[in-house]
C-alpha cells in the first residue's frame, strides 16, 4: 500500500506528464485536481497563451473540497484573501507567454454592512505586482436577487483584462460586431448608414474662419477619400470634426488628448467605423444561465462569457488555462474554438463533472 508521500509524488509525476503533452501538442486538455499554485508551478516558463478564470470568492461559498484543503476564499480575514489570489496570478505571470492575457472574473462582497470593493483590491494588488490593466469589463448579468431594503440590487460583476507586456496578442477582427445598417443611396449620391453625405462638413469647411487655406484644401480632400470609402463598401459610416466647429470628443487639452492635438495641428480628424464592424463595449450583458450551473455547481461561468476572451487573446491552438476550473466551462469552450485546454480546481467532484462533460464536445460549434 502506497504512503502518503508516495501517492503525492504520483499525482506530481502525472500532473507534470499530462501538462507535457498539453504544451508538446500531443493532446488538447487535461483536468487536474489538486491546489492550483502547487500544480502551476508543474507548468514551464511563458507556456500558456491566455488564462481566463473565476477564483472563489470571499466568505460567499462553501465549496466541495475536503476538510483539510486550504481554501481560497475561506481566509478569516480578506487582507488574507488578496495575499493568496496575488500569489496564485505572480504564478501565472510567470508561465504566460509574453504576448499572453488574464481575465480575471470577480464579485465583490459585504462585510459589517460595507461593500468592501474586493475585485479592485485585489485587481490592485495585480497591477502593484507588474501586471497591466487593459480593461474592467462589466458583466451585467441582467437580474439578481435583494435581500437588503436599504440599497439596491447586486446585478453585475467585473472582469478584468490584464497583460504582462505593453505588446500582446489581439485579434480584434475575430470578436468586431457587424453593422446592422449600411450606407445607401439617397437622391442619387451614397450616405452613410446614419444618412451623412458629407455635404454639411464640406460647408464647414468652405465657410470656416479657423482654417488656413491650406488646411481647407486639406480637409477638403480628406472628405473625398471618406466618401469614396463609403462608396467603395470599405467604410458604412463616419463623423467629421473640424477646427472651430466641433469640439474634441474628450478633452481640449492636447497634453491628454491625441484628437485634440490634431484638431490643433491639422485642423481637423475623422471618426470611422469600418465595414467589418465594431470592438464590443466594456459592459457585456449576458445571462448566467448555464445548465452545469443547475445540476452541479452554483459559479459556472457560461460559455457565451468565454468567447470574446478566448477568440480575441489566444490564437488557433494556443494553450487556455483555467487554474480554477469548476465543471470546466473554460476548457470545453476552447475545444469549441480550436484552442487546447488546461483545468486545475481542488475539487475531486468537480473535476470528475468536467471530465463526463468534455464527453460532450465532438466538433465546433461557435
Given at each position: ?79 488574507d484573501y488578496v495575499k493568496n489570489i496575488t500569489a496564485i496570478f505572480d ?24 461593500l468592501l470593493g474586493m475585485p479592485w483590491r485585489v485587481a490592485l494588488s ?129 497634453n491628454i488628448s491625441g484628437r485634440a492635438k490634431e484638431l490643433e495641428t ?101
Amino acid at each position: 500500500m502506497k504512503t502518503a508521500i508516495e501517492y503525492q509524488y504520483d499525482k506530481k509525476e502525472m500532473a507534470e506528464f499530462e501538462i507535457e503533452q498539453i504544451i508538446s501538442n500531443k493532446r488538447d486538455f487535461t483536468f487536474l485536481c489538486g491546489d492550483s499554485l502547487e500544480i502551476l508551478k508543474l507548468i514551464p516558463d511563458e507556456s500558456v497563451n491566455c488564462v481566463v478564470t473565476s477564483p472563489p470568492y470571499w466568505n460567499l461559498r462553501e465549496y466541495d473540497v475536503s476538510e483539510n484543503s486550504n481554501v481560497i476564499g475561506n481566509e478569516p480575514d480578506y487582507k488574507d484573501y488578496v495575499k493568496n489570489i496575488t500569489a496564485i496570478f505572480d504564478e501565472i505571470k510567470r508561465i504566460l507567454t509574453r504576448d499572453g492575457s488574464l481575465w480575471l472574473n470577480l464579485g465583490d462582497k459585504y462585510y459589517n454592512k460595507e461593500l468592501l470593493g474586493m475585485p479592485w483590491r485585489v485587481a490592485l494588488s495585480l497591477m502593484d505586482n507588474g501586471w497591466i490593466l487593459r480593461n474592467d469589463v462589466i458583466w451585467d448579468q441582467m437580474k439578481g436577487t435583494q435581500s437588503s431594503k436599504d440599497r439596491l440590487r447586486d446585478v453585475y460583476e467585473h472582469i478584468f483584462h490584464f497583460v504582462k507586456s505593453k505588446k500582446y496578442y489581439y485579434a480584434h477582427d475575430e470578436i468586431r460586431i457587424a453593422p446592422i445598417k449600411q450606407p445607401k443611396v439617397y437622391n442619387g449620391e451614397i450616405v452613410s448608414a446614419t444618412g451623412v453625405s458629407g455635404k454639411k462638413y464640406r460647408k464647414q469647411i468652405e465657410e470656416s474662419q479657423f482654417l488656413s487655406e491650406e488646411e481647407k484644401k486639406a480637409a477638403s480632400q480628406a472628405l473625398d477619400e471618406i466618401l469614396q470609402e463609403i462608396s467603395e463598401g470599405k467604410l458604412v459610416d463616419f463623423r467629421m470634426t473640424i477646427r472651430g466647429e466641433q469640439r474634441a470628443f474628450h478633452s481640449d487639452n492636447t497634453n491628454i488628448s491625441g484628437r485634440a492635438k490634431e484638431l490643433e495641428t491639422k485642423g481637423f480628424y475623422f471618426i470611422k467605423m469600418g465595414a467589418n464592424g465594431h470592438l464590443p463595449s466594456d459592459i457585456w450583458r449576458i445571462a448566467p444561465e448555464d445548465t452545469w450551473r443547475k445540476d452541479a455547481h452554483y459559479a459556472v461561468f457560461p460559455e457565451e462569457l468565454l468567447l470574446n476572451p478566448i477568440k480575441a487573446t489566444c490564437h488557433e491552438n494556443g494553450i487556455v488555462l483555467d487554474p480554477f476550473s469548476g465543471t470546466g466551462s473554460t476548457v470545453v469552450t476552447a475545444l469549441k474554438l480550436n484552442r487546447r485546454g488546461i483545468g486545475i480546481d481542488l475539487s475531486e467532484y468537480y473535476t470528475d463533472l468536467a471530465k463526463k462533460r468534455i464527453k460532450q464536445v465532438c466538433k465546433p460549434l461557435f
